[in-house]
């Protein structure tokens, strides 16, 4: 996992953790049930996960802790800087930058310049392993019953998207490859 | 082209254990000539769809995909190979009994399968019953059966161009349907749709496969190929490789 990858995966999960909290608050496990609910548990969280991020937003001054109840459990709730944090997040669009998506493209660009690897094959692997992830989706998308919510409908069409654009796109790659290699063909391709 | 040929059709051979196996390409090759250009469309092809599959077929144009398509459907001929379809060795069977194959256990669909104009919805999905010498009465009430499954019964009376582009290509679909087909063979058949209006035909395709039909689909939509449990890649007239839904390792 790399760092760019690991920071966006820690602000999604503060920015989630906050969403909830701004309903009420909430303790730990609460939290880490409602999360997974709501993302159709794409995203599975350890508790220590949640703690961990509860801290540091209790540092940062965006939560708040109320009182142990009996089971020595402690709620949280939101503070106005988490609030307009939580706005803030909301009202942003995600920039380019901030995903990590661009593993394969630098995997691809790299199989392109590098000698001895043949591209072609590179493009095929990923196409084949991405197919069968959507496979996958689909399968999950059509073969529920009950119907799956509203939130992890649309999580699951995201994750579909995603794959069907990673699929054009390795498409495109083959198809830009090939010509070029017969404009150029003393160039490897 | 109506062939009239009344001879029946060979039975499905229930007897046979290996009988959920309905298409069976072995070496599949078709060579097709070009003026002094061998064009090789496709090379040494083994492919096998059993009941309940959908199978889809991907690659760039050229590659082959409706080639291998309509040689499974009886519309072409390999050059070398053999292409089993229930059973039945396609290369052997004279021209009569392929087109009585083609016609009673095979659905095609296609991107610009066009429904007559002056025939309602319904008519347009009795007319290859009725060619088949099935009764109007029975072929209306297959008909009426098959819009219903597809969620349109109630536009049965509509003529095509009453119809959304969607609802015309469901109405051909259900022409591909209506009747006994056991292989239903699908090219490009969600055409110019928007995604919800493909998904639809996709719903019924993948219904079609749970319900025991084997299902052969081209596409270029990954979307679409999404639906199957195996996807198969073509590239200059060869499978390059597959994709299985649930497996580790297709190869």
């Known amino acids: ?189 | 082209m109506i062939d009239r040929d009344l001879s029946p059709v060979p039975p499905a051979a229930e007897e046979d254990p290996g009988r959920d196996l309905v298409v069976e390409l072995a070496d599949v090759s078709r060579v097709h000539v070009e003026g002094t250009q061998f064009v090789h469309a496709l090379k040494e092809v083994s492919l096998e769809i059993r009941a309940g599959e959908l199978i889809a077929v991907m690659g760039p144009s050229g590659s082959g995909k409706s080639t291998l398509l309509n040689i499974v459907g009886g519309l072409d001929r390999a050059t070398s190979g053999e292409v089993m379809v229930e059973g039945e060795l396609l290369d052997l069977l004279p021209p009569s009994r392929l087109a009585a194959l083609r016609r009673r256990r095979v659905g095609y669909v296609f991107q610009d399968l066009n429904l007559i104009p002056s025939l309602t919805a319904v008519e347009n999905v009795m007319l290859p019953r009725e060619l088949d010498g099935v009764r109007t009465g029975k072929a209306r009430q297959e008909a009426r059966a098959v819009l219903g499954e597809i969620g349109l019964a109630d536009l049965a009376g509509r003529f095509p161009e009453e119809l959304s582009g969607g609802q015309r290509q469901r109405v051909a679909i259900a022409r591909a349907l209506v009747g006994e087909r056991r292989l239903i063979l699908a090219d490009e058949p969600t055409g110019a749709l928007d995604t919800a209006a493909g998904d639809d035909i996709l719903r019924l395709l993948r219904a079609r496969a749970d319900a025991g039909a084997a299902v052969l689909l081209v596409t270029h939509e990954p979307r679409y190929a999404g639906w199957a449990d195996r996807v198969v890649f073509l590239r200059d007239g060869q499978i390059v490789d597959s994709a299985a839904a649930g497996l580790v390792s297709a190869r």
């Open chain 1, 1 to 189: 996992m790399n760092t760019e990858y690991a920071y966006s995966v820690f602000m999604s999960i503060r920015h989630g953790l906050l969403a909830l909290l701004r309903q009420g608050s909430r303790h730990g496990y609460q939290l880490r049930a409602e999360f997974e609910a709501s993302t159709g548990a794409t995203w599975p969280l350890n508790i220590g996960q949640v703690y961990t991020t509860l801290s540091r937003m209790e540092r940062d001054g965006l939560v708040a802790p109320g009182e142990q109840d009996e089971q020595g459990r402690i709620a949280y709730s939101i503070t106005s800087d988490g609030r307009a944090e939580v706005d803030r997040w909301f009202a942003t669009p995600i920039t380019q930058t901030e995903r990590p998506r661009d593993e394969l493209a630098i995997k691809l660009a790299m199989a392109v310049t590098a000698p001895g690897v043949d591209v072609a094959q590179v493009v095929q692997a990923q196409r084949t392993a991405t197919m069968r992830t959507l496979q996958e989706l689909t399968r999950s998308k059509r073969g529920l019953d009950p119907p799956l919510g509203t939130a992890q409908t649309l999580i699951l069409d995201s994750k579909i998207f995603q794959a069907e654009a990673e699929l054009r796109w390795l498409d495109h790659c083959e198809a830009f490859l090939s010509r070029r290699s017969l404009q150029h063909p003393q160039e490897k391709q």
